[in-house]
């Protein structure tokens, strides 16, 4: 059996499917499979004794030292079998004892590196574990020890004074050379390492704060245009003047305050009925403006020059509401769309006479072709009736660069109010922790 061996989730399932009498699991956090098998153990506790210990809290997760199912189902399953899991925050070890054996390892964190591989799939409950019979791990993050944990150390890295053979160490065969290390110094200066701890100085702006795109386009059809000809609409005008002239119509202005019937909703959440069917309000476009205006002062934070910031533990409920607002514009727009096609030739025909009467009054010898801004006018209303509205919602971390930023802090500072500053916590220690670090090294 190794001493030094390579850790990952197929190692541990291992060893927790061949325990016979006693499992001590000690980590971080857990991910899901390994939760899966070490809940499963739970309910043979009268013939099992079993005890966990990890840390629960959220950077636990964040940082990749286990994950938010791997928690939630060893809760589960600890309730269900009423064993009580033991909390020690800070924790970042690991410890698995399986019997007689005893498994030391370093948990990896996740979210900057893999965790080296064992072995390709975990044995199954009836096979006996041998993940750790392998000469020497490619990348050994724990260690298996046995009854004489000190003799065994000295015997797998050969050290001095233990009669061991250098050649039979499991780790530490090859000496550090003057060029190895010349070569390391050498790639540091061209590329020499952040004096900063990058995680700890973004962590409270990654993990509470994300900027947000939020775009809506062509939700308000009643601005919309109808262009006509120069020719067309101001016949008075004289030769090449008639080319360059261009008129709009805002032919849809009245439908602004159009009320249409769509799907209501409560808090981002569709109202139903007692017969669990869709209730319906009627919204215009005026109303929706107010509904979105109404979103974005409720959820997000203006940040001059850089953007817009959301609080990530409202993101849910702000993409919940936003989800709600695009139903009601859509369902808007499809009404007004079909008001528009009832209504067309109203429109136009309306449209072709003050355009008619326009050009009476000018005096003009050659007036318009009625049909000819008809036809026009048709095109273009028909255009316009096909564009549907569009809502662009991106979100977007928090970079290392803007975190450094004087004007960028500051002025999170002033847009955050009281309640969201208290929750941010006091985040400008960990750049002055890092400006200290900055002039302890120059």
Not at 62 to 88: D, M, P
Not at 140 to 153: D, F, K, R, V
Not at 190 to 201: Q, T
Request: charged fraction near 25%.
């Amino acid at each position: 059996m190794s001493t030094f061996c390579a850790i990952d989730d197929n190692a541990l399932i291992g060893l927790i499917r061949s325990a016979q009498k006693r499992i001590v699991f000690i980590a971080p956090g857990l991910h899901k499979t390994v939760a899966e098998a070490l809940g499963k153990r739970f309910a043979e506790v009268d013939k099992l004794d079993v005890t966990v210990v990890i840390d629960p809290d959220e950077e636990v997760c964040r940082i990749g030292y286990g994950e938010e199912a791997g928690l939630r189902l060893v809760n589960e399953y600890a309730s269900q079998n009423f064993i009580g899991l033991r909390a020690q925050p800070g924790l970042r070890v690991g410890v698995l004892l399986v019997d007689e054996q005893t498994l030391i390892w370093s948990p990896t964190p996740r979210s900057v590196e893999a965790p080296p591989c064992s072995a390709e799939a975990p044995p199954s409950s009836s096979e006996q574990a041998s993940l750790f019979t392998a000469p020497q791990a490619p990348s050994p993050n724990g260690l298996m020890l046995g009854s004489n944990p000190a003799q065994q150390l000295a015997k797998a890295v050969a050290a001095e004074g233990s009669n061991s053979n250098l050649m039979d160490t499991e780790i530490g065969k090859h000496a550090v050379t003057p060029d190895q290390v010349q070569q390391t110094l050498e790639e540091l200066k061209k590329n020499p390492p952040i004096d900063v701890d990058l995680a700890r100085v973004t962590r409270v702006f990654s993990t509470k704060l994300q900027f947000v795109e939020f775009e809506v386009k062509g939700a308000k059809l009643s601005t919309t245009q109808l262009s006509v000809p120069g020719k067309l609409l101001n016949a008075d005008a004289k030769g090449e003047l008639q080319h360059l002239i261009q008129s709009r119509l805002r032919a849809f202005a009245d439908l602004k305050g159009e009320e249409i019937e769509v799907p209501a909703y409560v808090n981002g959440k569709a109202a139903l009925d007692t017969e669990q069917k869709p209730i319906l309000e009627k919204v215009s476009e005026a109303s929706l403006q107010r509904l979105r205006n109404d979103i974005e002062k409720r959820y997000l934070y203006d940040i001059t020059g850089f953007g817009r910031l959301i609080a990530k533990d409202e993101k849910s409920d702000f993409e919940a509401r936003v989800n709600a607002y695009k139903a009601q514009v859509l369902a808007h727009s499809e009404g007004l769309r079909k008001l528009i096609e009832q209504q067309a030739n109203q429109i136009i025909d309306e449209a072709v006479d003050l355009v008619m009467a326009r050009a009476e009054r000018s005096g003009a010898g050659n007036l318009p072709n009625p049909d000819q801004i008809r036809e026009v006018l048709h095109e273009g209303l028909m255009k316009a009736k096909a564009d549907t509205p569009t809502i662009k919602l991106v979100f977007k971390d928090v970079t290392y660069e803007q975190t450094q930023n004087k004007d960028f802090r500051l002025r999170v500072e002033k847009a955050l109010p009281p309640p969201k500053r208290k929750q941010l916590g006091n985040w400008s220690e960990h750049f002055e922790a890092a400006r200290e670090s900055e002039q302890a090294s120059a």
